[in-house]
């Protein structure tokens, strides 16, 4: 339970810092100190951004940053996708969907490196919150 | 209308794939194909990914592999996580800790294989 919450804590508070994470963090996390599958830890992870998106956007959206029509018909035209995707996932193999979720972290983690070295060190990152 | 159904269709794979929200799929995208600004890329990608995360959760629900508390035990403290890194990044220079969450990652990387 104690490992649950560190691994929501260090997920938003990189989220929040980065604009990078959620999932990225909460998935490895959930494989590596929880012991999950990696199917059940993307599942998991999944459920566990919705509460973060949502605030997220709602704080976003006050700001009036958010363009709702588009993002609205962006969310719509992403059902089928994510349906497709979770589909493949399952008829994935627990070893091979590990094995390509950690290239996938490693390609977050030479893009944030690359971000970091170009930008000036004194000013903050550039994107807004996640 | 054609390039945010495009966008949808990539994230929605990419997250259902994955289980992550798929941002970094969408923001690059609004960008290019679309001429948003970074702010509002982020913004409105946010606001979609309540709609692909949620419903891909959906869909793995059926598949019996989400642990609602442990989703529950994550979810809401990284709404707390998000607000104070948010706090925090008008403060630090986020330089050092974007490297050190990079050494982090490709750590976490190594370890998944050799598991």
């Known amino acids: 339970m104690i490992g649950a919450v560190a691994i929501g804590l260090a997920g938003g508070l990189v989220a929040g810092l980065l604009g990078v994470g959620g999932g990225v963090v909460f998935v490895p996390g959930l494989v590596l100190a929880l012991g999950l599958g990696q199917h059940q830890a993307e599942a998991t992870s999944l459920l566990a951004i919705v509460p973060v998106a949502i605030v997220g956007s709602y704080r976003q959206d006050r700001y009036g940053n958010v363009r709702r029509a588009d993002a609205l018909l962006l969310g719509a035209l992403s059902l089928a996708g994510a349906a497709a995707g979770v589909v493949l996932a399952n008829a994935l193999s627990g070893t091979f969907l590990r094995d390509a979720f950690a290239a996938l972290i490693v390609v977050v983690a030479a893009q944030l490196t690359r971000r970091a070295l170009r930008r000036s060190p004194d000013v903050g990152a550039a994107t807004p919150p996640p | ?115």
């Open chain 2, 1 to 115: 209308m054609l390039e945010l159904a495009a966008i949808g269709t990539l994230a929605g794979l990419f997250s259902g794939l994955f289980g992550v929200g798929g941002g970094s799929v969408v923001v690059p995208l609004l960008v290019l194909w679309l001429g948003y600004g970074e702010r509002a890329a982020t913004a409105t990608s946010l606001a979609a990914i309540v709609f692909i995360a949620g419903f891909a959760a959906a869909v793995q629900g059926a598949y019996g592999n989400v642990r609602v508390l442990d989703a529950a035990l994550i979810g809401v403290p990284a709404v707390a996580g998000v607000l104070a890194g948010t706090w925090l990044q008008q403060r630090l220079r986020s330089r050092a800790i974007a490297l050190l969450f990079a050494a982090v990652l490709a750590a976490s990387a190594v370890e998944l294989v050799i598991r």
